[in-house]
């Protein structure tokens, strides 16, 4: 009866075995990124923007892809203002021909290259200078952050494309350089305002004050815990803001004082059509849907960036 006892004792105390197919382990954490990239895949927003723009960039590297008819040659004796022929898709007459008898389709093709570079490289000279600022105005706070903000104040009081155009007349000649300086003259502010605010919240984070009680040095803490924690307010307004220079530039070059010939862009060829907006609006239109689609592109990209990096809208 006692051996009976000390076995069915032994046995209530001793573990049970894990039932078989229970070895899965615990699921992984999720950074704030692998998050924002899981959203924008469902996002149709987000879809059919990146189509766009990956199709203009496939545009801007290979434009021979889509068109074997050259932007600057013209053949004034039967294509001048020539109609557009709709059906012959891809076709050298697919928008027709301009008043010197150049392909408008081809010159589309070609003019994204111009107008894109633009768009992209004030957008990355923006970010890169207006970044900096805020985050040196933000980090340190006092007399550097009060001296950065009314610098700031002064250039953003600035009407943009005014000033624009100001820099602009001082250059004898419009070329992508020349308007890239123009552009980014005050185009820094509202990255520079951004980053500053968002370094001001990082950097009182728990994880900063705790590198810096470690004594981990100002380099250390402001590109290893600051910098990555604050670029994502920074990333959706430039992403936005990318569609607004290229809009500049199309502004500027219709103005007459942004890119001029040679160049091949479509504020080039906006320009040129508004003097044949009667006789042939094709020259006009075509060139404007695209600079149109351009923007709406990066405006849309920008704010499914800024739905899927926003935790509120979660």
Do not use: C
Not at 54 to 77: E, I
Request: hydrophobic share 50%; net charge positive; charged share 15%.
């Amino acid at each position: 009866m006692t051996e009976t006892l000390n076995v069915s004792a032994s046995a209530s105390t001793d573990p049970k075995p894990a039932p078989p197919g229970n070895d899965a382990k615990p699921a992984k954490g999720r950074s704030l990124w692998s998050d924002a990239w899981h959203d924008l895949r469902r996002n149709p927003l987000f879809v059919i923007s990146a189509v766009l723009i990956v199709v203009l960039l496939v545009m801007v590297a290979f434009p021979s892809l889509f068109t074997s008819a050259s932007p600057t040659v013209g053949d004034l004796t039967h294509h001048y203002q020539g109609k557009p022929s709709y059906s012959h898709f891809f076709a050298e007459d697919w928008f027709g021909y301009d008043t010197q008898g150049r392909s408008v389709w081809a010159r589309m093709v070609y003019g994204a290259r111009a107008t894109v570079l633009v768009g992209v490289l004030v957008t990355l000279f923006v970010t890169i200078l207006g970044g900096i600022v805020g985050l040196v105005a933000g980090y340190f706070g006092g007399w550097i952050d009060s001296v950065l903000s009314r610098i700031t104040d002064i250039f953003q009081g600035i009407p943009f494309l005014l000033g624009a155009m100001v820099v602009l007349t001082t250059f004898t000649q419009g070329n992508v350089w020349v308007v890239i300086t123009a552009l980014l003259f005050l185009g820094w502010t509202q990255i520079a305002r951004v980053a500053r605010g968002s370094v001001i919240t990082v950097k009182q984070s728990d994880y900063v004050h705790a590198a810096k009680s470690l004594g981990a040095s100002t380099a250390r803490i402001m590109f290893r815990h600051i910098v990555p924690n604050a670029v994502a307010p920074v990333i959706v307004v430039a992403t936005t803001a990318l569609g607004g220079y290229i809009a500049a530039e199309a502004t500027l070059s219709y103005l007459g004082i942004g890119l001029a010939e040679p160049t091949v862009s479509w504020g080039v060829d906006v320009s040129a059509g508004k003097d044949g907006l009667r006789t042939a609006p094709h020259m006009l239109i075509s060139p404007a849907v695209m600079v149109s689609l351009t923007v709406l592109a990066f405006i849309m990209l920008g704010d499914a960036v800024r739905n899927a990096l926003d935790p509120k809208s979660r």
